[in-house]
T-cell receptor, first 114, second 115 residues
Framework: AQTVTQSQPEMSVQEAETVTLSCTYD???????LFWYKQPPSRQMILVIR??????QNATENRFSVNFQKAAKSFSLKISDSQLGDAAMYFC???????????FGAGTRLTVKP | DAGVIQSPRHEVTEMGQEVTLRCKPI?????LFWYRQTMMRGLELLIY????????DSGMPEDRFSAKMPNASFSTLKIQPSEPRDSAVYFC?????????????FGPGTRLTVT
């Protein structure tokens, strides 16, 4: 069974600084997708970034980028120039290529200090 | 697009009552998911549908829970009878599966409190 592990229950960052959230996953598949979702206090789950496993290039969305290490089964999220609005729970998620079932990690609560 | 729509946003009910949560997926999406989120258990997948057909309901806690998707634009999650341990935030999500990366888009959630 595929599992997703986020080893950092909580993280904090100073405004304008950079922070990296960790995520590892367990799978025997070669084709799959990885995602980071953000859940602010409003509790709305918002897709932040996505990565196809067959792509070697790391995905980037503005201030958000990932470090995808397929061999190590690692998928970390880097947030640059952190803003107060980045404060939220962040969930890492995995989906197999031919399966609609998405597995989520337990989440990391990010605090941004002014 | 209006996004995934869920109703009600908040529901407070007494133990033993029937609760029905509603979801309208994004138009054109062919997969729909029901999740439950609690502090203790995190985000759990309850059931999902592809093209209105239930594919995996192994996450449904027990027979008190049931879900239907009568058409592509509407789904319900029913709890009968409700219990205090059912108190949680219930999310509906939809995706376009088969032709794209299939990321899921979530609704705003329904906060259920059973007293």
């Amino acid at each position: 069974a595929q599992t997703v592990t986020q080893s950092q229950p909580e993280m904090s960052v100073q405004e304008a600084e950079t922070v990296t959230l960790s995520c590892t996953y367990d799978t025997s598949e070669s084709d799959y997708y990885l995602f980071w979702y953000k859940q602010p206090p409003s509790r709305q789950m918002i897709l932040v970034i996505r990565q196809e496993a067959y792509k070697q290039q790391n995905a980037t969305e503005n201030r958000f980028s990932v470090n995808f290490q397929k061999a190590a089964k690692s998928f970390s999220l880097k947030i640059s120039d952190s803003q107060l609005g980045d404060a939220a729970m962040y969930f890492c998620a995995y989906r197999r290529y031919n399966n609609n079932d998405m597995r989520f990690g337990a989440g990391t609560r990010l605090t941004v200090k002014p | 697009d209006a996004g995934v729509i869920q109703s009600p946003r908040h529901e407070v009910t007494e133990m033993g009552q029937e609760v029905t949560l509603r979801c309208k997926p994004i138009s054109g999406h062919n997969s729909l998911f029901w999740y439950r989120q609690t502090m203790m258990r995190g985000l759990e997948l309850l059931i999902y549908f592809n093209n209105n057909v239930p594919i995996d309901d192994s996450g449904m806690p027990e027979d008190r829970f049931s879900a239907k998707m009568p058409n592509a634009s509407f789904s319900t999650l029913k709890i009968q009878p409700s219990e205090p341990r059912d108190s949680a935030v219930y999310f509906c999500a939809s995706s376009l599966y088969g032709t794209s990366i299939g990321e899921q888009y979530f609704g705003p959630g329904t906060r259920l409190t059973v007293t």
